[in-house]
């Protein structure tokens, strides 16, 4: 994986932990699950992306 290995992951996890702060850590991680998702299913050629599901709702 890029040649990263566990030292290295937690290094830079410690890194963001400062930079953004333990309270944005879950809004980021969800942010970036959404991101996969979406891109998943653009690459799978389905028509709807959500951008923001709770519109939706």
Not at 17 to 46: D, H, M, R, T, Y
């Amino acid at each position: 994986m890029f040649g990263f290995g566990v030292p290295e992951l937690l290094i830079i996890l410690s890194i963001v932990l400062v930079v953004f702060g333990a309270g944005k850590l879950p809004e980021i991680g969800s942010a970036f699950g959404k991101s996969i998702k979406n891109f998943k299913k653009a690459s799978e050629g389905k028509d709807e992306i959500e951008i923001n599901p709770k519109e939706r709702a």
